[in-house]
C-alpha cells in the first residue's frame, strides 16, 4: 500500500513539472527517483538474501512486477522535444512576441493550425461557434492578442491591416472577442487597459499551453491542482454547514429565553 501511495506522489508532482514544462527540476526528480529505486531493490535483495524465505521471495518479486507495471516515470517515455517547444510558446507569449509563438505551433503542432485554416474556410461550420473545437476560440484569442502587440508596437494603421487579414472569417463568430481587441484603438493610453496587461498575456499563455497538451491527448489541468480545488470546494460546504449549524443554534437558544 505504501508503494502505491509512493508511486501516486511521484506521479503527481511529476505531471505538474512536465505540465508547466519545468524540464530541469523533472529530469532532477527522475534521477534521484531512479537512484532511490535502485538503493531500494538493493536494500530488499540483501535482505532476501539473508533470511533465504522463498515466500518472501516470491512476494517481492510480485512486488517488482507491480513497480515494473504500474511505474511511468521513465526519461525515455516523455518526449522532451515537446516540452521544449511548450516552454518556447509560452515564453513567447509572455514576452507578446505572438508572431513567434504562432511560428512554433505551426512548426511543433501544426495539426493545430492547420485545423483552425480548415475551418475558417468552412462557410457553414463558422455559423455556430458551440460546434467547433475549444482550440478553435483559443487560436482566436492568440490572433487578438496578436492584434494587441501590434497596436502597441506599430500603432493602429499596421493594426487595422491585421485585423482586416486575420479577423474576417471570424469577427462575427466572436463578436465579442473581436470586439474587445477593436475597442482598444480609441484608447490613447493602451498601458491602462487590462487587455494590454501583463496578466492577460499570461492568461492566454496558460490557455495556448493548456490547448496543446489536449492535442497531446494529455489533461489539461494537473491532478495536484484538481486535488486542491476540491480541498478548497469541501472546504467552503463545511464552512458554510458550520455557519448554518450556528445559526440554528443561536436560534434555538434565543428561542428558549424568549419561552422562559
Known amino acids: 500500500m505504501m508503494n502505491d501511495l509512493n508511486t501516486d506522489c511521484k506521479d503527481i508532482i511529476m505531471e505538474y513539472l512536465l505540465h508547466y514544462c519545468y524540464k530541469d527540476t523533472a529530469k532532477a526528480l527522475l534521477d534521484e527517483i531512479q537512484h532511490l529505486d535502485e538503493c531500494s531493490k538493493a536494500i530488499k535483495l540483501k535482505v532476501h538474501n539473508a533470511v533465504g524465505d522463498q515466500a518472501i521471495s516470491a512476494r517481492n518479486d510480485h512486488d517488482k512486477r507491480h513497480t515494473i507495471d504500474m511505474s511511468m516515470l521513465d526519461k525515455s517515455n516523455i518526449e522532451w522535444n515537446h516540452i521544449d517547444a511548450r516552454k518556447d510558446i509560452h515564453n513567447a507569449i509572455r ?37 467547433l473545437p475549444k482550440s478553435h476560440c483559443t487560436i ?114 434565543e428561542n428558549t429565553k424568549a419561552l422562559m
Not at 142 to 153: D, G, K, Y
Not at 170 to 190: P, Q, R, V
Not at 204 to 233: C, G
Request: with cysteine; net charge neutral; charged share 30%.
Open 140 to 253: 482566436y484569442k492568440l490572433r487578438c492578442q496578436q492584434f494587441v502587440e501590434t497596436l502597441r508596437s506599430s500603432g493602429p494603421i499596421e493594426a487595422i491591416q491585421f485585423a482586416k487579414f486575420y479577423f474576417r472569417p471570424c469577427s462575427k463568430l466572436y463578436k465579442e472577442l473581436t470586439d474587445d481587441a477593436t475597442s482598444l484603438i480609441a484608447y490613447t493610453d493602451l498601458e491602462s487597459h487590462d487587455r494590454a496587461s501583463q496578466r492577460h498575456r499570461d492568461k492566454i499563455a496558460d490557455e495556448v499551453n493548456q490547448m496543446v497538451l489536449e492535442s497531446q491527448h494529455f489533461s489539461p489541468q494537473t491532478a495536484l491542482e484538481k486535488l486542491w480545488r476540491q480541498k478548497t470546494a469541501i472546504q467552503v460546504e463545511l464552512d458554510n454547514q458550520k455557519r448554518q449549524s450556528s445559526a440554528r443554534d443561536q436560534q434555538e437558544s
Open 95 to 131: 514576452e507578446g512576441d505572438i508572431g513567434r509563438a504562432f511560428t512554433l505551433i505551426e512548426k511543433h503542432f501544426p495539426n493545430l493550425i492547420r485545423a483552425y485554416n480548415t475551418i475558417n474556410r468552412m462557410e457553414a461550420a463558422l455559423q455556430d461557434s458551440s460546434a
